[in-house]
């Protein structure tokens, strides 16, 4: 439940983070750079297209779900890590700064290559 003017509840499928945002991938700062910012733009672009918009509220509860690509083992906190400009992105669509939020983080047991944001 929301804490404030609206109540919203809404699932939004993002893109896999990519490879390079990981914590452990030691990118190049200006190559990083790039990358934050390409992520950040499709992740928001991907939120819009599934209706996501403006909501006015005091704080939100998110649960990531991580699709991973491959049956590849990863790490909830590096997966999190790689997903941080993600989340900036949907926080600009949504005009609710991400300080305010309150996350839930788990794997699935599917492949898919995506992360299940649930809203509430």
């Not at 919203?8 to 990981?22: D, E, F, G, K, R």
Request: proline content about 5%; hydrophobic content about 40%; some cysteine.
């Amino acid at each position: 439940m929301i804490c404030g003017w609206e109540s919203v509840a809404m699932n939004l499928i993002l893109p896999w983070p990519p490879t390079q945002l990981s914590p452990n991938a030691r990118t190049h700062w200006s190559v990083l750079a790039k990358h934050k910012k390409s992520y950040r733009q499709a992740c928001a672009l991907q939120a819009m297209a599934q209706g996501a918009k403006p909501i006015k509220t005091d704080k939100l509860h998110l649960t990531l779900t991580f699709y991973a690509p491959t049956r590849r083992a990863f790490d909830l906190d590096n997966a999190l890590a790689r997903i941080k400009s993600g989340l900036d992105g949907l926080a600009d669509v949504l005009q609710v700064d991400d300080k305010h939020w309150s996350l839930t983080i788990k794997k699935a047991d599917e492949i898919g290559g995506f992360v299940r944001v649930e809203i509430e």
